[in-house]
């Protein structure tokens, strides 16, 4: 049986590695790419956490951040052979943008949104002044006293993006395209099998559901598993427990 790591392991896990070498475990963790904190494209994600890099450590004492954590930060962006800033140069410039530059930033992302996560949680609600919620991207939460309702649709799976062993999942709501806002009061319910492929929907037996909160969801994969097909499949659940349909199947070969 493969062992699934919560959000919280798995940040720790890659951070002592540093190097992403371990691909003997099946992770699934949600990666909090939400984009009112990350952008989804590039250019503005990679304008965001350099800026906001700098402002958090012009502001660190004020805001209480972990001196460790800001040196794991300065290092994943500053690093003159490993950091963000090098390397996503080498994706923009027209003689080095290839693939192996390209996965080296696609698993600088998911550690540096890992690690910033670990900050923004460490940093008291009640700290953040008005500069500090725009430049950070981290508005004020108004909260609503009406009950939650079931969905009466269900999440739309889509691949955002697929890597060696690594896939992105788009999780929209159909009933607002525009938009990669969760339905108030509600999370998503994520299931997945790994098997052979085409197999018809009775003969997948879809276990290990995971409750989605952003509408981007992260998936690494073991390299026994590269080439077997995974299916997913979707619903919403609100705050008081009841679920939409499930969503149609999703399947994609593990690469």
Same mark, same amino acid.
């Given at each position: 049986m493969k062992k699934i790591y919560s959000l919280q392991e798995l940040i720790l896990m890659v951070l002592k590695q540093n190097r992403g070498?371990?691909?003997?475990?099946l992770?699934?963790?949600?990666?909090?790419?939400?984009?009112?904190?990350?952008?989804?494209?590039w250019e503005d994600f990679n304008a965001f956490v350099t800026e906001a890099t700098i402002y958090l450590n012009a502001n660190k004492v004020r805001l209480g951040i972990l001196l460790a954590n800001m040196t794991i930060l300065a290092d994943l962006i500053n690093n003159e052979t490993t950091g963000w800033i090098f390397v996503y140069e080498k994706t923009t410039n027209s003689l080095t943008k290839n693939k192996p530059w390209r996965?080296?930033?696609?698993?600088?992302?998911?550690?540096?949104?890992?690690?910033?996560?670990?900050i923004f949680g460490d940093i008291m609600e009640s700290v953040y002044?008005?500069?500090?919620?725009?430049?950070?991207?981290?508005?004020?939460?108004?909260?609503?006293?009406?009950?939650?309702?079931?969905?009466?649709?269900?999440?739309?799976?889509s691949m955002e993006s697929i890597i060696h062993l690594q896939q992105i999942l788009r999780l929209?709501?159909? %009933?607002? *395209? +525009?938009?990669? %806002?969760? *339905? +108030?009061?509600?999370?998503?319910?994520l299931e997945y099998f790994i098997g052979l492929p085409g197999l018809a929907a009775d003969a997948i037996h879809f276990a290990d559901a995971k409750t989605v909160t952003t509408f981007l969801y992260g998936v690494a994969f073991e390299e026994s598993n590269?080439?077997?097909?995974?299916?997913?499949?979707?619903?919403?659940?609100?705050t008081r427990g009841e679920r939409s349909v499930w969503s149609a199947i999703l399947s994609a070969v593990i690469a």
């Open positions: 070498k371990n691909h003997k475990l992770i699934i963790a949600t990666i909090a790419l939400h984009d009112r904190v990350f952008p989804v494209k996965d080296k930033r696609d698993v600088l992302r998911g550690k540096i949104v890992a690690i910033m996560n670990i002044t008005s500069d500090d919620r725009i430049a950070l991207r981290h508005p004020l939460h108004v909260t609503h006293s009406t009950p939650s309702t079931k969905m009466l649709v269900s999440p739309k799976l929209q709501n159909p %009933e607002t *395209p +525009d938009s990669a %806002e969760m *339905p +108030d009061k509600q999370h998503i319910v590269a080439g077997k097909t995974i299916y997913y499949r979707a619903c919403y659940e609100s």
